[in-house]
């Protein structure tokens, strides 16, 4: 995870926050155009997103969630300030799923990929507070993709898991390869499977650039689970997406 030691103007900041920023050391973590994203190394380790205005909401209501099946960070503040939204969280231990020791290993950090993303499957549903992401999927893809899946026959998707909807290997953090837990958890909620299933094969072959390790995730996964329609249905939107 990228981070640069950086000077910032506390005094921009709701008043909320500067108590847990206070004499710490801050940094860059950005990797979005969305959002800034600072380290901040004080009394705790800990995070602060900032973005525009109503837009991290859903991150720090699903953080809420997970966070109760101990799988995502902690959120310390939420609040709209101006015309931004700030979100502070307490720092997930360990490394994210890009950092080199990982990368080193790829059969193994494929396989602990696809059992981690199992673990979340296999959450209950109660409580979850976004539902019928499928819907709200399909509508992020270019036109002409949603018109051909509207009239695919092949796949319809099924709305009974609850996903991570970015599920890439930076937003996996582990310790010698054991769950840590999930960040970026923004686009999460009630869909199916299938959607995370073809994020984790798309981060594979970007991340070790090839796909000689995509069995293994699957595997990791568990097979019997894995329908390959669903992966194509929604890699057409992934690869229709602009980022």
Known sequence: MKQTQIEYDLSTLPSSLLAYL?????????????????????AQRLFLKIAAAHTLEREYRMNAFLHKHELAPLSLVYTTYGEQDYLLTVAVSGDDGIAESFLQQPERLATALGQHLRKLHSLPLHGCPYRERSSEILLEASPSVQIELQTDTRYQPVDKTIIHGDYCLPNVMMNDFELCG??????????????????????????LETDRYHDYFLNGYGRDDVDPNGIVYFRQIIDSLDF
């Open 22 to 42: 206070d004499g710490a050391t801050i940094y860059d973590s950005s990797s979005s155009a969305q959002a800034k994203t600072l380290f901040i190394d004080g």
């Open 182 to 207: 999930f960040i970026d958890n923004g686009d999460g909620g009630i869909g199916d499977r299938h959607y995370d299933l073809a994020w984790g094969l798309w981060s594979l072959q970007f991340n």
